[in-house]
């Protein structure tokens, strides 16, 4: 059996980034941009207005005070969107809303809640002065042109990360469209005789396929597109033709097939048509494991084959293709997010494995704790739908005790963790 590590290690040398695509904006949410943003605007493009209230010259302030207020003409009014062809002249003001450019000759805003104007509104008299309660520096509520981003500089680096807040910084820039990664096309394949898909009856002796949809569910859930080719029969030449199926894919995953079974063909018609691995890892569930390069038309094809039992699958999965496909994507981030939380429950390792046992972890003044969560069996898919998180036991523990320190790699996180 080979380590863990070394296995990753191993497969991640065979992906690299993948090409850039453009997308629109808001398409590229969760997306890694493929080269630097620069702006060819100014944000904002004038001044504006930072509240609502009057655009003045902070001159023209000098000494009010709420007993004695300094009385300004007003001339006009801007709203956010529109431009005025007054000017702001000693004495004199303009009433300006949030986002208006200033007008040219202010140099400050007092907001409305520093002038009378709720005063002279409940006497119903005509807003053709103002008083100015307070003395304003210049500047003041004036949000500068360029403040936030200036025209030709560097806004968004290669290699970030889209998040909502990105996607709000490049609709500033008027960007509808935005180069990105691609996402990778990842073929799915569950091998067996025993199989039906959903939605079909199930005889006696059959299960339904749910690894094809467990594991295109992890291929979305982690930013690639999922190619499902079905389920191949335990036959040479139907495994075959499903495979050559695969030939646009980045990453062809397969699973059942590659343990010593009469029946694991898999290994023996992957062997013939590439490079292809087998190993046992170091791990528990998951330890059947495949990988290598395909030869597919004129292309060769990374394949990672998983376990047939639903748990091992999915574990496996987590340990070895999701970070392959977030590499694929250009993220730099490849680790699964871990915790350090107390143990709730005993696991023993009778076999020098490392375990990722399923938990649920919560957290109760300010300490994270994780429970394992029902009969660990391989077969038992109920407890990955019953756990947020994987408890790690590494080879070298015999066992974790309640109280232990634990690392939990967490499936994801929600309001009670």
């Known amino acids: 059996m080979i380590p863990v590590d070394e296995a990753l290690e191993k497969i991640l040398s065979h992906f690299d980034v993948l090409e850039a695509d453009d997308e629109l904006v808001l398409d590229s949410l969760g997306r890694v941009l493929a080269e630097d943003i620069y702006s060819t605007v100014n944000i904002p493009p004038m001044d504006n207005s930072a509240m609502d209230g009057y655009a003045v010259q902070a001159q023209s302030t000098a000494g009010a005070t709420r007993s004695s207020p300094n009385i300004l003409g007003v001339i006009g009014e801007v709203a956010a969107g529109y431009l005025t062809k007054e000017e702001v002249m000693p004495g004199t003001a303009i009433r300006i809303m949030t986002g208006a450019p200033v007008p040219k000759g202010a140099d400050a805003v007092v907001q409305f809640e520093h002038t009378d104007e709720e005063i002279r509104k409940a006497q ?23 403040e936030d981003i200036s025209s030709g500089s560097l806004v968004l680096k290669k290699g970030t990360l889209i998040r909502p807040q990105e996607i709000g910084v490049l609709a500033s820039l008027g960007r509808e469209v935005v180069p990105v990664i691609r996402r990778p096309l990842v073929a799915i394949l569950s091998t067996g005789d025993e199989l039906v898909d959903v939605g079909k009856p199930l005889p006696l002796g059959k299960i339904y396929s749910s690894n094809t949809y467990s594991l295109a569910a992890q291929v979305i859930r982690y930013g690639g597109t999922p190619k499902i080719l079905g389920i191949a029969r335990d036959n040479v030449q139907e495994l075959e033709d499903k495979i050559k199926q695969a ?29 292809v691995t087998f190993w046992t890892v170091r791990m528990k569930p998951g330890k059947p494991l495949a990988f290598g390069l395909l030869r597919l038309g004129k292309s060769m094809i990374p394949q990672l084959g998983l376990p047939g039992n639903p748990v091992s699958s999915m574990i496996a999965f987590e340990q070895f293709a999701r970070p392959a496909i977030l590499k694929m994507l250009g993220r730099e981030n490849l680790d699964k997010p871990t915790i350090h939380a107390k143990s709730e429950s005993r696991v023993k390792n009778t076999d020098g494995r490392r375990i990722f046992a399923r938990v649920w972890v919560s957290k109760q003044e300010g300490q994270y704790s994780a429970r394992v969560v029902g009969p660990q069996g391989s077969g038992i898919l109920t407890s990955m739908a019953q756990a947020n998180g994987l408890m ?13 320190d634990v690392v939990v790699q967490m499936l994801d996180w929600n309001e009670e963790t």
């Open 124 to 146: 119903d008299q005509p807003l053709t002065e103002i008083g100015v309660l307070r003395q304003v520096e210049e500047g003041l509520n004036i949000r500068r042109a360029g």
């Open 247 to 275: 030939q646009d894919a980045d990453l062809l995953i397969t699973s059942a097939g590659v343990s010593v079974g009469d029946y694991d063909i898999v290994k023996d018609v992957l062997a013939r048509q590439g490079e």
């Open 392 to 404: 790690i036991v590494p080879e070298d523990v015999p066992s974790v005790e309640v109280g232990d």
